[in-house]
Nanobody
Framework: QVQLVESGGGLVQAGGSLRLSCAAS????????MGWYRQAPGKQRDLVAT???????NYADSVKGRFTIARDNAKNTVDLQMNSLKPEDTAVYYC??????????WGQGTQVTVSS
């Protein structure tokens, strides 16, 4: 079993920045993908960014150039630096870890609200 704990959400004005952090614990194997997803009210949960244990990243088109994902394999943490935030970035952000067997674990979510 894997546990994920997120921190760093909050309220920010448009154009501002926030940093989300996620710490994983439990039965974590070396090869996995960690990432962030978000879900706005009434919408499906969408990918924001992911990073493999080897450092390969993937971003949603809507956040490219504004968000940066990074991980520390020794500490089993993943961070999401969000710059130039827009009101449409408002959502609950979820940390995720997917094992090399395709099992995905979720954090409890953290609210990000961007005011215009």
């Amino acid at each position: 079993q894997v546990q994920l704990v997120e921190s760093g959400g909050g309220l920010v004005q448009a154009g501002g920045s926030l940093r989300l952090s996620c710490a994983a614990s439990g039965s974590i194997f070396s090869f996995n993908t960690m990432g962030w997803y978000r879900q706005a009210p009434g919408k499906q949960r969408d990918l924001v960014a992911t990073i493999t244990s080897g450092g390969r990243t993937n971003y949603a088109d809507s956040v490219k150039g504004r968000f940066t994902i990074a991980r520390d394999n020794a500490k089993n943490t993943v961070d999401l630096q969000m710059n130039s935030l827009k009101p449409e970035d408002t959502a609950v952000y979820y940390c995720a870890l997917e094992t090399n067997l395709g099992i995905r674990y979720w954090g409890q979510g953290t609210q990000v609200t961007v005011s215009s």
